[in-house]
């Protein structure tokens, strides 16, 4: 079992639409989680941390299930430019090893 | 926000010869440095930990002899891939950690997409 598990996509979503992804990992001493942004052929960028609570930035909400070991992106209102990979990442204490899941493919067409 | 720049952004080269790849943190010093490869439609995969001043730490499966790293400053670390052949080729994507951040965030190079013919 990977030690972090995506689905890959592609989610096919048009302008406006809402899409979630989930993400899931089996360490449970798993510490941080992330969402990081890959564009085709670039570096990742990191698009937000995920926090116990649950976590909002603009149209993107973060959420984290520590009981279930699952963490959600939520994108509302979904823009052209949202087109890209989204990379769960999870680490454990000390940040020592971030562990990348394999990405989930979003396309927004018009 | 912190910068790290990596060189060269793609290197094609023939096989048998090295490449370096070189990973440098321009505004913070960066004790640990991490090198990845992704190849194509697939995750990246952690390859080393590159401490400063001491040896990598290599992930199991990566052959230390092959892919040499060193990390002789605070902002620097450089990966050579010795004798590449062609699968070799693939994305190789350094990161760091800004040492005076408790975030934890990484900041990642542009990446070096090697092609070994």
């Known amino acids: 079992r990977k030690e972090v598990e995506q689905d890959p996509g592609p989610f096919n979503v048009p302008e406006g639409a809402t899409v979630a992804f989930n993400c899931t990992y089996s360490?449970?001493?798993?510490?941080?989680f992330f969402w990081y942004r890959q564009d085709c052929r670039k570096e990742p960028k990191l698009l937000m941390s995920v926090y116990s609570s649950g976590n909002e930035d603009g149209r993107f909400t973060a959420q984290l299930n520590r009981a279930s070991q699952y963490i959600s992106l939520l994108i509302r209102d979904s823009k052209l430019s949202d087109s890209a990979t989204y990379l769960c990442v999870v680490t454990t204490t000390g940040f020592q090893k971030l562990v990348f899941g394999t990405g989930t493919r979003l396309l927004v067409s018009p | 926000g912190a910068v790290v720049s990596q060189h060269p952004s793609w290197v094609i080269c023939k096989s048998g010869t090295s490449v370096k790849i070189e990973c440098r943190s321009l505004d913070f010093q960066a004790t640990t440095m991490f090198w990845y490869r992704q190849f194509p439609k697939q995750s990246l995969m952690l390859m080393a930990t590159?401490?400063?001043?001491?040896?990598?730490?290599?992930e199991q499966g990566v052959e230390k002899d092959k892919f040499l790293i060193n990390h002789a400053s605070l902002t620097l670390s450089t990966l050579t891939v010795t004798s590449a052949h062609p699968e070799d080729s693939s994305f190789y994507i350094c990161?760091?950690?800004?040492?005076?951040?408790?975030?934890?965030?990484?900041?990642f190079g542009e990446g070096s997409r090697l092609t070994v013919l």
């Open positions: 590159s401490n400063e001043g001491s040896k990598a730490t290599y």
């Open positions: 990161s760091a950690r800004d040492r005076g951040r408790v975030s934890g965030e990484l900041f």
């Open positions: 360490n449970s001493a798993s510490q941080s």
